[in-house]
C-alpha cells in the first residue's frame, strides 16, 4: 500500500485522516546475509561496508530490491474538528 509512487493518493482515498509524513527504504542485502538465526552467511568484517555500500544505493534501488519500508503516518484533523 505504501511503495509505489500513488501511495499518498491512495492513502487519501482508504483512510482519509491519514497521510504518509515519511517513507523510507530500509535493508538491501546486509539484513537477509546476516542471517535469521545464530548463523551468517556473511563475515562480520563485511558487514560495515556493505551498509555503508547499501546507503548510497538505496535512494536508487531501495523501491525495487529493499527488505523493508519503514513508514510515518500523520494524523491529520478534519476542518472544523478540535
Not at 16 to 35: D, F
Request: positive net charge; hydrophobic residues 50%; glycine residues 6%.
Amino acid at each position: 500500500m505504501f511503495a509505489g509512487l500513488d501511495a499518498p493518493q491512495r492513502l487519501a482515498g482508504a483512510q482519509p485522516h491519514l497521510r504518509i509524513r515519511e517513507r523510507r527504504w530500509l535493508s538491501l542485502w546486509a539484513y537477509p546475509l546476516s542471517g535469521f538465526r545464530r548463523w551468517q552467511l556473511i563475515p562480520a568484517s563485511f558487514v560495515e561496508p556493505l551498509l555503508r555500500l547499501e546507503d548510497a544505493l538505496l535512494p536508487r534501488i531501495g523501491f525495487l530490491a529493499a527488505f523493508r519500508l519503514f513508514v510515518v503516518l500523520e494524523r491529520v484533523r478534519a476542518p472544523g474538528a478540535e
